[in-house]
């Protein structure tokens, strides 16, 4: 089982963030957190690989830049679901389940008043 935290917005889908290791932030790094709109958190993320690039050339610069990716990894949701707060998301909910799909279908079972706030062409 996966844990999932579901952010509310008044009259907006909820949004499911997964708790855990992010793989691609450590992959790709702000580009997977710009995918995510987490504009704040991938610009200060370019920053730094950027000033490790400038700073510590050569093996000490890899080490640093290993080193940023495998705390993304660790931090990447953390970064996304504080993207989502500032823009005025809340925190509800935290749902285990197997995949995404079954973390919504349990989120709206809880609550199903949150079936409403689904667009008919999304869906």
């Known amino acids: ?72 990894g660790f931090i990447g949701h953390d970064m996304r679901r504080w993207a989502l707060e500032s823009h005025g998301f809340l925190l509800a909910h935290v749902v285990a389940a197997r995949s995404p799909d079954d973390a919504l279908f349990r989120l709206l079972t809880h609550r199903p008043e949150l079936a409403a706030r689904f667009r008919p062409d999304a869906v």
Do not use: C, Q
């Open 1 to 72: 089982m996966k844990l999932y935290t579901a952010l509310l917005k008044a009259d907006s889908e909820p949004v499911l963030v997964r708790e855990g290791f992010a793989w691609g932030a450590l992959i790709l790094g702000p580009l997977w957190l710009a995918a995510h709109r987490a504009w704040i958190a991938a610009a200060l993320t370019l920053a730094a690989y950027v000033l490790i690039a400038a700073l510590a050339p050569g093996s000490v610069g890899a080490i640093l830049a290993v080193g940023l990716a495998v705390i993304l």
